[in-house]
T-cell receptor, first 111, second 111 residues
Framework: KQEVTQIPAALSVPEGENLVLNCSFT??????LQWFRQDPGKGLTSLLL?????REQTSGRLNASLDKSSGRSTLYIAASQPGDSATYLC??????????FGKGNQVVVIP | DAGVTQSPTHLIKTRGQQVTLRCSPK?????VSWYQQALGQGPQFIFQ???????QRGNFPDRFSGHQFPNYSSELNVNALLLGDSALYLC??????????FGSGTQLSVL
């Protein structure tokens, strides 16, 4: 069974600082890893999807890295803004295209 | 092109009642998955439908059942509601085993 852990569970940073969010998974036989953003009580917005053949993926101020052998992924958010305040979820597929999620990193960016 | 749409957005029920949640997949998608997200937790896989059949199921009791219609839309039914069923229910669609797209969810409160 795939277990996904996200550390830290919650963090607050002043505006302008870089954010580093960590995700670990127990079964390294994955074919991709996805990072999502979730605002309170809302659905999931896909931020980045990294294929197992890639080591990183970038979109604007977001960069995600993947190290399959060590079972880790890191999401970097550069120059954080108050609008980045949200919960960030890491997910990996298992079985037949179903996702195992971590509990999320709850981020507050202080103006 | 509409994305994944879910209805209703919010629902309040009492213990013992039954509830039906609805999902319309993104255009061109034929596979629908349902997830339950309790407060402060990551989403948990309930089941997945393809070609009007339940293809795989997570660790949820038989009180949770579903259906997929010929137009690929889907329903999630929960019988004999418990307080612990209070959660955000998320629907995701995909074209076969491709990337999942999530709806905005239905917030269910059981009193």
């Amino acid at each position: 069974k795939q277990e996904v852990t996200q550390i830290p569970a919650a963090l607050s940073v002043p505006e302008g600082e870089n954010l580093v969010l960590n995700c670990s998974f127990t079964d390294s036989a994955i074919y991709n890893l996805q990072w999502f953003r979730q605002d309170p009580g809302k659905g999931l917005t896909s931020l980045l999807l990294i294929q197992s053949s890639q080591r990183e993926q970038t979109s604007g101020r977001l960069n995600a890295s993947l190290d399959k052998s060590s079972g880790r992924s890191t999401l970097y958010i550069a120059a954080s803004q108050p609008g980045d305040s949200a919960t960030y979820l890491c997910a990996v597929p298992y079985g037949n295209n179903r996702l195992a999620f971590g509990k999320g990193n709850q981020v507050v960016v202080i103006p | 092109d509409a994305g994944v749409t879910q209805s209703p957005t919010h629902l309040i029920k009492t213990r013992g009642q039954q509830v039906t949640l609805r999902c319309s997949p993104k255009s061109g998608h034929d596979t629908v998955s349902w997830y339950q997200q309790a407060l402060g937790q990551g989403p948990q896989f309930i089941f997945q439908y393809y070609e009007e059949e339940e293809r795989q199921r997570g660790n949820f009791p038989d009180r949770f059942s579903g259906h997929q219609f010929p137009n690929y839309s889907s329903e999630l039914n929960v019988n004999a509601l418990l307080l612990g069923d209070s959660a955000l229910y998320l629907c995701a669609s995909s074209a076969g085993q491709t990337k999942l797209f999530f709806g905005s969810g239905t917030q269910l409160s059981v009193l």
